[in-house]
């Protein structure tokens, strides 16, 4: 009964993507994939620097405007953390979890391993914090990437 189920499901999730075909844009306006007339960049005045507290170390990038770019990119008007550490194996191993009964559903599973850990190269403990590994540190688009996505 599982099979049907399944594959009830995935044909489900394949055609909840598709769309009709879209209108024409009306005259006097611009389509997507036209470029903007003008050359200038574009700066968002929220795109300010705050007041983020680099701990432990220090970060290649500016994490106040990694931030701030982040914020405009999202539309947010969160005030972000306050202070980004810098951490090691300590502060962001993690053990795997139990696979989900959703991916069991799907027959995804994991690798027996009862002793294996993993290191996360950032991570937000609450929403005043974050954590970022010091071995990402050497990389600046790396860094600059996880600070962005944590």
């Not at 007339?37 to 300010?48: E, G, K, L, Q, Y």
Request: proline share 9%; charged share 15%.
């Amino acid at each position: 009964m599982r099979k049907p189920a399944a594959v009830a499901l995935s044909l489900l999730l394949v055609l909840a993507g598709c769309s009709a075909p879209t209108a024409t844009p009306p005259e006097g306006t611009s389509s997507v994939n036209e470029s903007p007339s003008s050359t200038s960049p574009v700066v968002d005045s929220r795109a300010t620097a705050t007041d983020i507290v680099v701990v432990n170390g220090t970060l290649p990038v500016d994490v106040n405007r990694t931030y701030a770019r982040t914020a405009v990119l999202l539309g947010t008007e969160f005030g972000g953390p306050y202070n980004v550490q810098v951490a090691g194996n300590e502060t962001l191993a993690f053990s795997p979890q139990p696979v989900s009964p959703f991916h069991d559903l799907w027959g995804v599973s994991r690798a027996p391993s009862t002793d294996e850990t993993f290191v996360a190269t950032g991570r937000v403990p609450d929403q005043t914090l974050v954590y970022l590994h010091y071995e990402i540190l050497d990389d600046e688009t790396q860094t600059e990437t996880t600070l962005a996505h944590e």
